[in-house]
C-alpha cells in the first residue's frame, strides 16, 4: 500500500472542502435568484394579465424558439428570445400557469428573464462573479535550513513563478531560460533534500537540472534525442536515444541505448527499441562498451526489445536469437556473421547414454534442425552437430534432458482355468460282425457287447417263460448297450513373465488351430460329356487367449497398465466338413497401481453345451422307443478363467 505524503493528503483535503463549499454556495445562489425572478415576474402580472393564465402544452424534442412563441401566442405574451438558445425541450404542462412555466424553464435550463415595459426578454444567464478577477495563487514553497530539506506543493504553476519562490525562502540561486518561462509544473515534495528534490521536480515535468560550479541551479529542456530514466542505481538520469541516420528513422523505428560501469569495470547494457534496425543496434551497443567486432555479412532486419542491465554477450545472444546470425568471440574481436559461413559453425559430439538414436532425433524439432547437420553413429550411439553455437547449445540441452534411464517393466501374467465338464452316452447298437465276442463292463457305467450265442440263449429262455418263440439270430450277429456318465474337473495354470520397456506393449497368446475342409466342385462343359473336377481346400480356425499389456510408468513409482484380453474357444463338435463353432470374449481395462501389486481379472465365465444323437429315422423320435433305436452323447461342460497380473520395475 503506498502512502500519500502528509502534505498532499492536507492539499487534497483542501481541495474537497473547497468543492463542498463552492457547491453549497452555487446552490444559494442559485435559489436565491430564481425567488427574485419570480417575485418580479408576479409583480409584473399584475399588468400583463397572461402571466397567471393557465396553459395546456404537450411537446416533445421542440426548440426553445418555437415553444416560447407557442406560449406568447397563446397567452398574449410579448417575449423576445436571444438567437443564441438553441437546445430543445421535452414538457407536458396541464392547467399551469405561464408565469411558473417560465421560472421553471429559468431553473432547469439556467435562463435570465429581463422584464423591460411588458416585453419579457429571455437569454442566457451569466454569473456576475465570472467577471471577477483571478486571485493570484500563491506557490506553495518551504525550505528547513537546518536539514537542507525543501517541500513543495505545486499544481499547473509557471515553471518562472516556482523558481523565484524557491530563490526567495532558500536564498539559492535559481535560473530559468527564457524557453521555459512560461513552462508549468506540478510536484509534490515533502521534506526532501534541496538537490534531490529539485532533481525529481524537473524529472516530474519532463525537465533536466544542472548544477554549475558556482552553485547555481539551471533548469533545461530536453535536447532532440534525450529522454528521462531510472538507471539501474534507481536514480533519475538523462541519456540520449541512438537515431541512426538511415534506415529505423526512415520507417519510423527508434532505439534507446544506455550503458553503466560496475564498481569492478564490468559495463551492463540497457536498450529500449522499437522497429529498430539490428545494425545499428550492434554498432551502437559496441560503440558504446568499446568492444571490438568484424561482421561477415550484411546484418538485415529489424526488431523492437527491452534489456536493462545485461553484458555484451547476453545483449548479442538476445539480439540474433530467431534470426539467421551468430557471434563467436576470436582473440578479443567479436565475429558477426551469418550461421552457415566458416569462422561461425562449430561442430559437437553429442553420445547417448541411455536413449537410442532413433527415438531422441523424432524428439528434435523441425525447427532446430534446419541449417544444423546432424550425423548419425550407430556403433557408438552418438550424435554429431555442426551448425550454429546457439542452435547447437539448444539441440543439446534437449537431448541431455531427454536422455534419461526408460524403466523396465516386467509383468507377471498367471492363467487359471477351471474346466468342469459332465458327459452322458446312452442307446443300444446292433449289427453283424465276423470278430465280436461277448463282454465289457457293467460297473461304474454300462458298455456291454452281446454276442449271437448270449443272445440266442436269452431268446430261448424268454420263449419258454412266454411260450413264444422269437427264434435264434445270425451267428454273427452282435448288439451293444452303453449307459455311461462321466465328469471331469480340470484346473490348468500357466505363470508366463514378459518384460517390456515404458510404454511398449507386452503381448501373451496361447491357443489351438482347427482345421475344415471345403469341397469345391467346377463342370467343365463338353459336346459329349461334362467333366467335374473337385478341389479340397482345408481352412483353418483359430481359438487364442491373447493378453496385451501397455505399462506407463509415473514418476511416485505407479504403473498405469492399459490391458487388452480377447479369449477365444472351441465348442462343441462340429458336423463333417463344417467349420468347428467357437465362443469369443472381450475387455479392456486401464489401472493404476504401485509396482509389486497383483491385480486379478476374474469372472471370465464360459458355458458349454452339446448333443449328439444317431438312430434309426422316425423311430429315434418317438419318444421311450427312441432310447432302443438310437444312441446318443450329452456333453455339458463350465469353464472359469482367473487372470492375475503383477507389474515389477526394473532399473
Known amino acids: 500500500m503506498i502512502k500519500m505524503p502528509m502534505a498532499q493528503r492536507y492539499l487534497h483535503l483542501q481541495l474537497l472542502l473547497f468543492c463542498l463549499l ?46 416560447l412563441n407557442a406560449l406568447s401566442r397563446s397567452n398574449g405574451l410579448s417575449i423576445s428570445v436571444d438567437p443564441k438558445l438553441n437546445f430543445k425541450v421535452n414538457n407536458n404542462f396541464n392547467n399551469v400557469s405561464a408565469l411558473n412555466i417560465l421560472v421553471f424553464l429559468a431553473k432547469q435550463h439556467n435562463l ?14 451569466v454569473d456576475p462573479a465570472s467577471f471577477r478577477p483571478v486571485p493570484v495563487r500563491e506557490i506553495s514553497a518551504r525550505y528547513q535550513q537546518l536539514s537542507n530539506t525543501l517541500s513543495l506543493e505545486l499544481s499547473n504553476d509557471t515553471l518562472t513563478a516556482v523558481a523565484r519562490r ?9 535560473v530559468v531560460p527564457v524557453s521555459l518561462q512560461s513552462k508549468r509544473v506540478t510536484a509534490y515534495i515533502n521534506n526532501a533534500p534541496f538537490d534531490e528534490a529539485l532533481e525529481k521536480l524537473a524529472f516530474a515535468n519532463e525537465l533536466k537540472l544542472q548544477k554549475t560550479s558556482d552553485n547555481f541551479y539551471l533548469f533545461q529542456p530536453l535536447e532532440d534525442g534525450e529522454q528521462l530514466y531510472i538507471n539501474g542505481d534507481r536514480n533519475t538520469a538523462v541519456r540520449k536515444a541512438y537515431k541512426p541516420a538511415g534506415g529505423a528513422a526512415a520507417t519510423g523505428g527508434h532505439a534507446g541505448i544506455n550503458v553503466r560501469t560496475m564498481a569492478g569495470g564490468q559495463k551492463l547494457i540497457s536498450a529500449d527499441a522499437t522497429g529498430a534496425l539490428i545494425l545499428d543496434l550492434v554498432k ?20 523492437s526489445m527491452h534489456v536493462s542491465d545485461v553484458t ?16 563467436t568471440l576470436d582473440n578479443g574481436i567479436y565475429l558477426i556473421g551469418e550461421r552457415k559461413l566458416e569462422g561461425l559453425r562449430v561442430n559437437k559430439v553429442i553420445q547417448l547414454q541411455n536413449r537410442a538414436i532413433d527415438t531422441v532425433l523424432a524428439m528434435i524439432p523441425n525447427e532446430w534442425k534446419k541449417g544444423v547437420e546432424i550425423k548419425e553413429f550407430r556403433e557408438q550411439n552418438t550424435l ?30 498367471t492363467l487359471l482355468d477351471i474346466r468342469k465338464t459332465r458327459t452322458t452316452s446312452t442307446g443300444l447298437k446292433a449289427g453283424i460282425s465276423d470278430s465280436v465276442k461277448t463282454g465289457g463292463t457293467i460297473l461304474p457305467g454300462i458298455d456291454y457287447t452281446f454276442g449271437s450265442r448270449s443272445i440266442n440263449d436269452f431268446l430261448n429262455k424268454v420263449g419258454k417263460i412266454t411260450s413264444t418263440n422269437l427264434g435264434p439270430v445270425t451267428p454273427n450277429f452282435y448288439a451293444t448297450l452303453t449307459a455311461l456318465e462321466s465328469s471331469d474337473n480340470v484346473e490348468v495354470r500357466s505363470v508366463p513373465k514378459l518384460s517390456t520397456l515404458n510404454g511398449h506393449p507386452a503381448l501373451f497368446s496361447i491357443g489351438e488351430k482347427r482345421y475344415y475342409e471345403i469341397r469345391t466342385q467346377n463342370v467343365i462343359p463338353s ?3 461334362s467333366t467335374n473336377i473337385f478341389t479340397n481346400q482345408f481352412k483353418e480356425v483359430e481359438a487364442n487367449l491373447e493378453i496385451g499389456v501397455t505399462p506407463i510408468v509415473s514418476g511416485d513409482d505407479q504403473v498405469t497398465l492399459k490391458i487388452k484380453v480377447d479369449i477365444s474357444s472351441f465348442i462343441g463338435i462340429p458336423s ?5 463353432p467357437t465362443s469369443n470374449s472381450k475387455f479392456e481395462s486401464i489401472l493404476r497401481v504401485h509396482t509389486d501389486d497383483m491385480i486379478v481379472l476374474g469372472g471370465i465365465e464360459r458355458n458349454e453345451n452339446s448333443e449328439n444323437a444317431s438312430g434309426i429315422p422316425f423311430l429315434s423320435r418317438i419318444p421311450v422307443l427312441k432310447y432302443l433305436f438310437s444312441s446318443r452323447n450329452k456333453t455339458k461342460g463350465k469353464v472359469v478363467t482367473v487372470v492375475f497380473i503383477k507389474p515389477t520395475i526394473i532399473r
Open 22 to 67: 463552492f457547491s453549497l454556495v452555487v446552490n444559494a445562489q442559485q435559489a436565491d435568484r430564481i425567488a427574485l425572478l419570480q417575485q418580479r415576474l408576479e409583480k409584473l402580472a399584475t399588468s400583463v394579465p397572461g402571466l397567471n393564465d393557465p396553459v395546456q402544452l404537450s411537446i416533445s424534442s421542440v426548440s426553445i424558439q418555437d415553444f
Open 112 to 125: 435570465e428573464i429581463t422584464p423591460v415595459g411588458s416585453i419579457l426578454q429571455i437569454s442566457a444567464y
Open 166 to 174: 524557491i530563490t526567495q525562502v532558500s536564498g539559492k540561486n535559481v
Open 284 to 303: 551502437s551497443a559496441s560503440l558504446e562498451t568499446g568492444k571490438n567486432y568484424f561482421l561477415y555479412s550484411e546484418l538485415k532486419g529489424t526488431l
Open 312 to 327: 555484451y554477450e547476453s545483449f548479442l545472444t538476445a539480439l540474433f536469437k530467431g534470426t539467421e546470425y551468430t557471434y
Open 384 to 413: 554429431l552437430l555442426s551448425g550454429s553455437r546457439p542452435q547447437i547449445a539448444e539441440i543439446e540441452s534437449l537431448v541431455k534432458q531427454i536422455d534419461l534411464l526408460v524403466p523396465m517393466v516386467l509383468i507377471e501374467v
Open 527 to 529: 459336346v459329349t460329356n
Open 576 to 580: 463333417n466338413n463344417a467349420p468347428p
